[in-house]
């Protein structure tokens, strides 16, 4: 077998990782439908629900990345799948109707189980691709990521239409969390030696010395706070019930973008490409400031999907050329940036508390992008 086999054997359980990775994505738009199931005053807690998902990759990233060493990347992924079936399951099994705190629950426990893959999947990645198209592959990975949610808006449109409610969402992702888990278990996946010493907390940190490192671990952190943020407006822009088709063309616009990153990305530097695609998005942001036309918003909504298509894969691979043989420290560094995303929701939900405006709330998504542009340009400079 040669080794465009062997990678292609290899790919479908690690790209079936990233398509579980987007689970945790599924918190933010569905908090409209869960606020819907409370009274107005319990607004402020549901805005927290991203909260309980993002921040655990704050706490665990770098502990997770450390154990990884030890436990090696596949039994860290399987680790996470059990504990996303049981966060995705928790407020299904407690019924309709159910008290808010069992939400909490099943997505702290959602966050905790991402946190494992996320830390886990990137590097299994890196381990059976060639280092020179690993930006080309990441990206690929987020087509897999961006499709579990593409497919967010039309099944819960399905399922409301035809049981009434949103819920049975959370089974069928925890079912397809175990066809996941039980496809990596039966993959022999190469590893690099276990590591008797593994790197601790403040090991990891060192690692922000490096300036290539530090800018992209705070791209990340921009990115994801950016998209978590995006992801909690944009249904929120138009005042309808179908308003949560506004994720459906970001998201497909995104998969878009990742197929036409993958392409230019084999042609043209990745961090030039990430700036002009910043450039666009920060536009994109400030438009949708004004702009009240639904079709604008959502013309507007999709394109700023395409615009950061390739901004995870493009940071995360900047990020590990630059220190290849500290691949599981840098991947616990990016993942914990992606705690950023625990902002998201308080803050942008705080802005329309106090404005009375959802649109005013892009204001917290531009300056995240603003920061990605500069970093770009930065990266661009340094190359």
């Known amino acids: 077998m040669d080794r465009n086999q062997r990678v292609g054997k290899l790919l479908g359980p690690v790209l079936a990782g990233f398509f579980i990775m987007g689970f945790c994505d599924l918190v933010p738009p569905i908090t409209g439908r869960i606020a819907a199931e409370f009274p107005p005053e319990k607004g402020t807690a549901i805005s927290f629900l991203p909260t309980m998902v993002f921040l655990w990759f704050l706490v665990l990233s770098t ?35 159910c008290s808010l705190g069992w939400y909490f629950v099943g997505f702290g426990l959602l966050g905790i189980g991402n946190t494992f893959v ?79 010493h593994t790197a601790g907390f403040m090991e990891c940190f060192r690692l922000l010395k490096n300036r290539r490192v530090l800018l992209s671990t705070l791209g990340v952190a921009c990115f ?108 616990g560094l990016m993942i914990m940036a992606i705690a950023a995303g625990a902002v998201s929701g308080p803050v942008c939900g705080a802005v329309i508390r106090a404005s009375g405006n959802p649109h005013v709330g892009m204001l917290f998504v531009a300056a995240c992008l603003a920061y990605m542009l500069w970093a770009a340009i930065r990266l661009k400079r340094e190359n």
């Open 118 to 196: 996320q830390v886990a999947v990137n590097p299994l990645l890196a381990t059976i691709v060639p280092g020179e198209r690993m930006t080309s592959y990441l990206t690929v990975g987020q087509i897999f990521r961006n499709t579990s949610l593409l497919l967010l808006a039309p099944l819960v449109t399905g399922l409301v239409a035809w049981t009434g409610s949103w819920r049975l969402l959370l089974p069928i992702y925890a079912g397809l969390t175990v066809v996941g888990g039980v496809w990596l278990q039966m993959t022999a996946i190469p590893e690099p030696p276990r590591r008797v």
């Open 224 to 331: 994801i706070a950016g998209d978590v943020g995006i992801g909690f407006l944009s249904v929120r822009l138009i005042d309808a019930p179908s308003s949560i088709l506004t994720t459906t063309g970001f998201y497909a616009c995104r998969i878009v973008g990742t197929l036409v990153g993958a392409w230019v990305l084999t042609r043209y530097s990745d961090v030039k490409y990430l700036a002009w695609n910043m450039s666009g998005a920060l536009v994109l942001a400030l438009v949708l400031l004004f702009v009240r036309n639904e079709t604008a918003i959502y013309a507007a909504v999709g394109l700023l999907g395409f615009a950061m298509a390739c901004v995870f894969a493009t940071f995360y691979s900047v990020a590990t050329k630059s220190v290849p043989e500290q691949a599981n420290e840098v991947a």
């Open 63 to 97: 502990p997770v990345a450390a154990l990884m060493n030890r436990w090696s990347r596949k039994r860290t992924a399987l680790t996470g799948y059990g504990l996303t079936f049981a966060g995705l399951l928790v407020p299904y099994a407690a019924g309709a109707g």
